[in-house]
């Protein structure tokens, strides 16, 4: 994909901005859990492995403006590795997330991002997060380890999620939505 078409954004029925956004990272980061914390408020002990790709909506306001958020979340699993294609194309924007308690899933990142790279999507917003920040005593990823990884890899953006206690839930989506509308040129 060229730049130019990635400066087209696509209108919805009502003239809102319609976002793809997808959300990628290791299993049991915590993907599926954020996204129904944003999305429906809620949060679920158990844990239900997403089969294929789950894609739901959230209508939102940034300043005067209509968004509507289409979340794209993906099966880690790698027997769904024939969807990828389907779910990177088009994306506007990008949340990587790992586990703060999970070492592996950290260093996945690198992997995470090479994946978008190799679906050309290099130029579009790219938000770090570090989910299950409310388990303090099994922390393993301290701030320099994750500065390090941002400036590797040239991703601005970083936040410390907890999808149990909704510690900046809202600001991950609200700073998507506003980095994405100054690419855009909309803000
Ligand atoms: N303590 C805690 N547990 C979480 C958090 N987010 C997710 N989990 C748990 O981690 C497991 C995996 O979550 P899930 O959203 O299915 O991960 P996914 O595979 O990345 O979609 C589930 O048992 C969740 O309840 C969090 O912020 N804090
Ligand atoms: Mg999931």
Do not use: C
Request: charged share 25%.
């Amino acid at each position: 994909m060229s730049e130019e078409e990635l400066e087209v954004h696509v209108t919805g029925e009502n003239g809102e901005i319609v976002m793809k956004v997808i959300v990628i990272g290791d299993g049991g980061v915590g993907k599926t859990s954020l996204l129904r914390k944003y999305v429906k408020k809620q949060f679920e002990y158990k844990y239900l492995p997403t089969v294929g790709v789950n894609i739901s909506k959230q209508p939102m306001k940034y300043l005067n403006k209509d968004i509507n958020l289409m979340f794209w979340d993906i099966a880690g699993q790698p027997q769904f590795h024939l969807l990828h294609k389907v779910y990177y194309n088009g994306a506007n924007a990008a949340i990587l997330m790992f586990d703060l308690t999970n070492s592996p899933s950290f260093f996945n990142i690198k992997n995470w991002y090479n994946e978008l790279i190799k679906y050309n999507l290099k130029e579009i917003p790219m938000i770090l997060v570090g989910n299950k920040s409310d388990l303090t005593k099994d922390r393993k990823i301290i701030e320099p380890m994750v500065g390090n990884m941002m400036e590797q890899l040239g991703i601005e953006i970083y936040y410390e999620t907890s999808a149990l206690n909704g510690q900046n839930v809202n600001e991950v989506f609200e700073k998507v939505v506003e980095v994405y509308l100054k690419k855009m040129n909309l803000i």
